[in-house]
């Protein structure tokens, strides 16, 4: 029986969408477009795509985060969490933090550099190739004899690697969340 203050059957159904949303969007955006894409069309074609993909990616996650984390604070007071429920708290508020941090920060660090990137590249006639592993050589190259181009490739790895960093966090979080949800159905 359901006491005041207890979510809804709809309000609990809107938590798990939302919460499998995210999930799913995540799966999709990190595991398998870009790994599909990356085999199939030319680098500078992967990168533009990615450019406008990952702004409207990390801010549906970003309001599907906030989403989670409002719902589930609403219906679980702070005076009243079991360490459970503090993890999973924790866990939601966590994947807001890093959505956040890719939607504003490193997200557009990374497409800004990419660009820069990109316009070296085309001097070079580089980019034009299908995968990542095709002309290591010329990039290796370019990147020993143009100081800017190292530069932007060194600029480019530490926001990738922090952006990328901030997505798989968030993506262990909501699993995390998702499962820990689906095993307890009966208490969402």
Known sequence: MATEGDPTDAVKVLHLLVLSFSWGMQLWVTFIAGFAL??????HTFGLVQSKLFPVYFYCLLGSSFVSLAVYAVYHPRELLDWHESVQM???FVTLVMAGLNAQWFG???????????EVE?????????????EKEKYAKLKEQDPKYRAYRSRFGRYHGLSSFCNLTGFICTTVNLIYTALHLSTI
């Open 38 to 43: 990356v085999w199939q069309v030319t680098r």
């Open 90 to 92: 924790l866990l939601y």
């Open 108 to 118: 557009p660090g990374v497409t800004e550099v990419m660009f820069q990137m990109r």
């Open 122 to 134: 085309k001097e070079h006639g580089l980019g034009n190739q299908i995968g990542l592993g095709s």
